[in-house]
Nanobody, 127 residues
Framework: QVQLVESGGGLVQAGGSLRLSCAAS????????MGWFREAPGNQRERVAT????????SVANSVEGRFTISRDNTKNTMYLQMNSLKPEDTAVYFC????????????????????WGQGTQVTVSS
C-alpha cells in the first residue's frame, strides 16, 4: 500500500514562492502517474498539475500556468510542485495523488482517477 506525505506548505506573501514535496513509502512511484490537487473552503477539489509515470508528460491548470511547475524524481520516490508568483486565490489545502499507470506517458486529469492520496498541506497566501 502506497502512502503519500506532503510537505512544504505554509504562509507566504503574495508574489512569493513555495515548493511542495510529496514523498512515497510502501511502494515505488516509478510505476505511478501522479498529480497535485487543491481544495479551498467551499470549493470542490480541483486539478493543479499532473505528471506521467516517466515525467515526460505534464499538464497544468490554466489558472497556474506559467507560475507552477510539476516535476518528479523517481530515484527519490518524490514529486514536487514549485509555486512562484503566488496569489491569494492560490490559498488552499494541496493534496498529492498517485495511481498505477501502465503507460509511461499517460496523464490523468480528474481526482476520481487516483486511488492514493496524501493528507494535504495548507498553503496560505496573504495579500
Amino acid at each position: 500500500q502506497v502512502q503519500l506525505v506532503e510537505s512544504g506548505g505554509g504562509l507566504v506573501q503574495a508574489g512569493g514562492s513555495l515548493r511542495l514535496s510529496c514523498a512515497a513509502s510502501g511502494g515505488t512511484l516509478s510505476r505511478s502517474a501522479m498529480g497535485w490537487f487543491r481544495e479551498a473552503p467551499g470549493n470542490q477539489r480541483e486539478r493543479v498539475a499532473t505528471i506521467s509515470r516517466s515525467g515526460g508528460g505534464v499538464s497544468v491548470a490554466n489558472s497556474v500556468e506559467g507560475r507552477f511547475t510539476i516535476s518528479r524524481d523517481n530515484t527519490k520516490n518524490t514529486m514536487y510542485l514549485q509555486m512562484n508568483s503566488l496569489k491569494p486565490e492560490d490559498t488552499a489545502v494541496y493534496f498529492c495523488a498517485a495511481r498505477t499507470s501502465l503507460n509511461m506517458m499517460s496523464l490523468y486529469q480528474t481526482a476520481s482517477e487516483y486511488n492514493y492520496w496524501g493528507q494535504g498541506t495548507q498553503v496560505t497566501v496573504s495579500s
